[in-house]
């Protein structure tokens, strides 16, 4: 395949960087300067998202249910129904393995705020599919629930700002593991970072007009209370992380989904815990073995 080996800063010179949102930031590389009005509406995109879904967030609606020890209704804006539409699909698909309940599990482990979780003291645990209600955009809950959306709230942020763009710029949109490109002219080549060692890449691939997730606990990882590693990949059926994949990789082209990047970056977190037919993935386990599946492809230079 093709490529344009030139530096991302010189095919894309104009940089629009967004500080320390959404667990990092995104940098927006673009052919041409963004109209300040664009930046204008992509902050305040990404303020409604964390306004909403953020349980880092005092005044997020998942903080509100998180706190609300009876449950109650929660009306969601319109613009959550394809990110809720996707976790269903995911819970299908990987049997309830990947589930945005695991919001307790994580705090349990040390990673986020204190929650008061008073109505999941007991030994039941909490599902997307058995707990949680969903009509449209409104979730229904009978007690609290703590919802954690990192599975691929990111990735749908991502499109959403794309949807922003002007058509005419070639862009490439950054946010740590996610990546989406519009290139008019060549793929981008991609480096794909050894999560044991973050100075190294186990490969190249490439990519033009879609999205590129990643997914590692590598970057994201501590020592629980109890003295072992964490990291916030969870198998929701155990509430434990998972310690057998070390990373993961998909694609999604943009001419086969209207959010590639959060569907990408949902594959990219089932993969650690079911193995999921169709997906253009690399998946590297911790003792040194690597599947690829579908239209993957790898790169040595």
């Known amino acids: 395949m093709d490529h344009d080996a030139r530096p991302l800063t010189d095919r894309l010179p104009h940089l629009t960087a967004f500080d320390g949102i959404l667990g990092g930031g995104i940098?927006?590389?673009?052919?041409?300067?963004?109209?300040?009005?664009?930046?204008?509406?992509?902050?305040?995109?990404?303020?409604?998202?964390e306004r909403t879904l953020s349980r880092f967030r005092e005044d997020s609606l998942v903080t509100r249910m998180a706190r609300a020890t009876?449950?109650?209704?929660?009306?969601?804006?319109?613009?959550?129904l394809p990110l809720f539409a996707w976790i269903d699909e995911l819970a299908r698909l990987t049997d309830g393995r990947l589930d945005p309940c695991v919001g307790a599990d994580l705090v349990r482990l040390g990673y986020g705020p204190a929650y008061d979780l008073g109505g999941n003291a007991d030994s039941h645990r909490i599902s997307w599919q058995a707990d949680v209600h969903r009509d449209g955009t409104t979730l229904t809950t009978t007690r609290a629930v703590a919802l954690d959306f990192g599975s691929c709230a990111k990735g749908y942020c991502v499109d959403l700002l794309m949807e922003l763009l002007p058509p005419e710029t070639d862009v490439v949109i950054d946010a740590g593991g996610d990546l989406r490109a519009r290139l008019s002219d060549a793929p981008m080549s991609v480096?794909?970072?050894?999560?044991?060692?973050?100075?190294?890449?186990?490969?190249?691939?490439?990519?033009?007009?879609?999205?590129?997730?990643?997914?590692?606990?590598?970057?994201?990882?501590?020592?629980?209370?109890?003295?072992?590693?964490?990291?916030?990949?969870?198998d929701a059926?155990?509430?434990?992380?998972?310690?057998?994949?070390?990373?993961?990789?998909v694609?999604?082209?943009?001419?086969?989904?209207?959010?590639?990047?959060?569907?990408?970056?949902?594959?990219?977190?089932?993969?650690?815990?079911?193995?999921?037919?169709?997906?253009?993935?690399?998946?590297?386990?911790e003792d040194?073995?690597?599947?690829r599946a579908g239209a993957f492809e790898v790169f040595t230079d």
């Open 251 to 285: 694609k999604v082209p943009a001419a086969v989904n209207e959010y590639p990047t959060m569907v990408a970056d949902g594959l990219a977190t089932a993969l650690f815990t079911t193995r999921i037919g169709g997906a253009d993935c690399l998946v590297l386990m």
């Open 27 to 49: 940098l927006i590389h673009a052919s041409r300067p963004l109209p300040d009005a664009t930046v204008d509406a992509m902050r305040a995109c990404i303020e409604d998202m």
């Open 288 to 291: 040194g073995q690597a599947y």
């Open 70 to 80: 009876a449950g109650g209704t929660f009306t969601f804006p319109d613009w959550t």
């Open 191 to 234: 480096a794909l970072e050894d999560p044991h060692d973050f100075t190294q890449a186990i490969g190249v691939t490439r990519l033009q007009d879609g999205a590129l997730c990643a997914s590692a606990p590598s970057r994201r990882s501590w020592i629980d209370q109890a003295g072992r590693r964490a990291h916030h990949l969870l």
């Open 237 to 249: 059926a155990t509430g434990q992380p998972v310690q057998d994949v070390a990373a993961t990789w």
